[in-house]
């Protein structure tokens, strides 16, 4: 009952001029402060509502009735289905390509590349879940083409999105596959490329497109769509290509 009345609530507050409620991938959430508050000075009488999390279950609850107008995917595989399924009002672009970082707390040798989690004394290896979160499905393909993933599968803890990887690699992992944008938090800054991180080699992966659709739920609010622009304008995008995506 009481989850309902939040629903409800949520849903009532997006029908409401002023305030829009958005889906994001979990590994945008380090950029999406800095968008919010770029589009505030174009927009200053909308509030921005997000809600972070796995692209799969971002997807998973738009299509169960959640009341977001718009949805930031970690791929383009969730908004063509939303589309395929009408859910969604717009077709999927390509707002930003995603890259792939291996994460420790402590020092390790990223010059093996891929075969630095096949080292004796890495046990653990955070990754994020496949099934629903895009980069772990891309760190998966990496070990799969760099041949360790037979041999090192038996060591991976499973995160449901790429910031609890972060985590996970900082806390409970030896090592984590992230997204390499979560890198440009200041919160990372004391950990160091060649040291504490290094980059994935994009030929051992998909190129990660992420993309974005406006939902039903926002097609008679015209603040969903002028944030929609806004993430596709050349303003939106040096602020994600700043945080590490490829544009």
Do not use: C
Not at 40 to 53: A, F, M, Q, Y
Not at 134 to 155: N, R, T
Not at 197 to 208: E, G, N, T
């Amino acid at each position: 009952m009481i989850k309902l009345m939040i629903t409800l609530l949520v849903a009532s507050s997006a029908l409401l001029a002023g305030s829009i409620n958005i889906a994001v991938a979990a590994n945008v959430s380090y950029a999406i402060d800095e968008l919010k508050a770029e589009f505030k000075k174009s927009n200053p009488d909308t509030e921005v509502h997000v809600i972070l999390g796995s692209s799969g279950k971002l997807a998973a609850q738009i299509v169960n009735g959640a009341p977001f107008g718009l949805f930031m995917s970690a791929n383009m595989k969730y908004p063509k289905a939303l589309y395929e399924q009408k859910v969604a009002i717009t077709k999927p672009v390509v707002y930003a390509q995603g890259a792939l970082a291996y994460l420790s707390s402590k020092p390790k040798e990223f010059s093996k590349g891929i075969a630095l989690v096949t080292d004796p004394a890495i046990g653990k290896i955070a990754v994020a879940n496949p099934k629903t979160a895009p980069y772990g499905k891309a760190a998966v393909e990496a070990m799969k083409k760099g041949g360790v993933y037979e041999s090192v599968k038996e060591k991976f803890v499973y995160a449901e999105s790429i910031s609890q990887v972060v985590s996970y690699a900082l806390t409970a992992a030896d090592v984590g596959f992230i997204a390499k944008s979560s890198l440009y938090s200041p919160k990372m800054a004391a950990y160091k490329e060649g040291i504490n991180w290094a980059s994935v080699d994009s030929k051992l992966y998909s190129p990660i497109k992420q993309g974005v659709v406006i939902l039903k739920n926002g097609a008679d609010n015209s603040e969903y769509r002028s944030f929609y622009d806004f993430i596709l304008s050349p303003k939106g995008k040096e602020i994600l290509k700043k945080y590490g995506y490829v544009i």
